[in-house]
């Protein structure tokens, strides 16, 4: 069964960099694009960005600009890099999955979400 | 703010149904036919409960249903059960590469 399986420090300073890891374990990182979500505090979910195992990006409009979405497959992970972050980057971010063989946009496997707090 | 638009709160008494909306415009909900939904239990990974508009995964019970007319998705749990008090919520493809989500449902069961 697969399992995701994000990490990364939970606090992290204004104007610096947020990176997280998501380790896919238990099957082939090959089969599914890699989405990374977020939850800010009391909010709803925002989609960040996708990511297929040969590294084909698309990335939400509005963070764009301050967005690396990176794979790693011999090491079965998904990096994400947030740059600049602000207090409105604070929030639960997830790993989730969408089958190759199906349409990209419903995600069938999920982690269970890392909090990441920006504050000086 | 959120793209979809989604009641803050629904609830229903054991046995019950109880349905909760998505409201999007015609450039994703009325769009596409990828409209999905989520469960989200505080501290658990999410689950996935519909998928293309209607469908549902492996494992999701039949009590979970759900359809579009236009520009709004809707969920249904029937036979409400203590289990699904969570919170849950849409999404839905907009076009260029992009997903949108609502701002979430907490289904509360009496």
């Known amino acids: 069964q697969v399992q995701l399986q994000e990490s990364g420090p939970g606090l992290v300073r204004p104007a610096e960099t947020l990176s997280l890891t998501c380790t896919v374990s238990?099957?082939?990182?090959?089969?599914?694009?890699w989405n990374w979500i977020r939850q800010p505090p009391g909010k709803g979910l925002e989609w960040i960005g996708q990511i297929s195992y040969t590294g084909t990006t698309i990335y939400n409009p509005s963070l764009q600009s301050r967005l690396t979405i990176s794979v790693d497959t011999s090491k079965n992970q998904v990096s994400l890099k947030l740059y600049s972050v602000a207090a409105a980057d604070t929030a639960v971010y997830f790993c989730a999955g969408a089958r190759v063989v199906a349409t990209p946009w419903h995600f069938d496997l999920w982690g269970r979400g890392t909090l990441a707090t920006v504050s000086s | 703010q959120s793209a979809l638009t989604q009641p803050p709160s629904a609830s229903g008494s054991p046995g019950q149904s109880v349905t909760v909306s998505c409201t999007g415009t015609s450039s994703d909900v009325g769009a596409y036919n990828y409209v999905s939904w989520y469960q989200l239990h505080p501290g658990k990974a999410p689950k996935l409960m519909i998928y293309e508009v209607s469908k549902r995964p492996s494992g999701v019970p039949d009590r979970f249903s759900a359809s579009k007319s236009g520009n709004t998705a809707s969920l249904t749990v029937s036979g409400l059960q203590a289990e699904d008090e969570a919170d849950y919520y849409c999404s839905s493809y907009a076009g260029s590469n992009n997903l949108v989500f609502g701002g979430g449902t907490k289904l509360t069961v009496l």
């Open positions: 238990g099957g082939s990182i090959n089969s599914h694009f």
